[in-house]
Every structure is written in C-alpha cells, then in structure tokens.
C-alpha cells in the first residue's frame, strides 16, 4: 500500500527556517501530484502547497507564498517543504498529500494518500 512519513517537523524561533520531508513508499512519485496541508486544534485542514507530477509547476496559499518553497525529488521518492521566516501563526501539524489527480489541489478530498502528520511550533 501507498505510505507517506513526514519528518523535519519542530519548535524554532520567529524568523527561523526549517525543512520537511516527505518519503512516498509503494507508488512513484512521479504518478501523483504532492500537497503540504496544515491544521491546528479546531479548524479544518488548511492547503499550503503543491507540485505537479513533474514539478512544472507549483502552487501557494496566500500566507506562505514568497516564504515557503515546496519541491520533489522523484529519484528519491520524497517531496520537501522549505520553510522560511517563520511565523507564530505558521504552527500547525502539517501533513504531506498525494493524489492522481487533482482539480484545483486545495481541498483535501482531492488527495488519495496522506502522511501522519509532523509538529512545527513557531516560538515568538
């Protein structure tokens, strides 16, 4: 079966950076388009980012556009999220996605597959 496990996930200070990483086992990564989700205590999943099959192509909420970065390297199976100058409201749980295919990608339920999530606290 398809399986995501993300990583990089921690607490770091206002303006700091930091990397996630998601690894994709049992279907390649060039066949799916990847998501960067996040989610705090009572609200709905909240899109962040995605990257096309052959990363021609990605896309940004508002909030994260110009500060995030998200790129995959199919040769390793894994899809990243660079994060930088981080925010307190930037602290979520945030989860890595992956679909067949998509419509506009920031919904969740466009997304087959997903991780289990890994912590990002932005201290102030």
């Known amino acids: 079966q398809v399986q995501l496990v993300e990583s990089g996930g921690g607490l770091v200070q206002v303006g700091d950076s930091l990397r996630l990483s998601c690894v994709v086992s049992?279907?390649?990564?060039?066949?799916?388009?990847m998501a960067w989700f996040r989610q705090t205590s009572g609200n709905e999943r909240e899109f962040v980012a995605w990257?096309?099959?052959?990363?021609?192509?990605?896309s940004y909420a508002d909030s994260v556009k110009a500060r995030f970065i998200v790129s995959k390297d199919n040769a390793k199976n894994t899809v990243y999220l660079q994060m930088n100058s981080l925010k307190p409201e930037d602290t979520a749980i945030y989860y890595c996605?992956?679909?067949?295919?998509?419509?506009?990608?920031?919904?969740?339920?466009?997304?087959?597959?997903w991780g289990q999530g890994t912590q990002v606290t932005v201290s102030s």
């Open positions: 049992g279907r390649t990564l060039s066949s799916l388009v």
């Open positions: 990257v096309t099959r052959t990363s021609v192509a990605t």
């Open positions: 996605a992956g679909g067949r295919t998509i419509s506009t990608g920031r919904t969740p339920n466009e997304y087959e597959y």
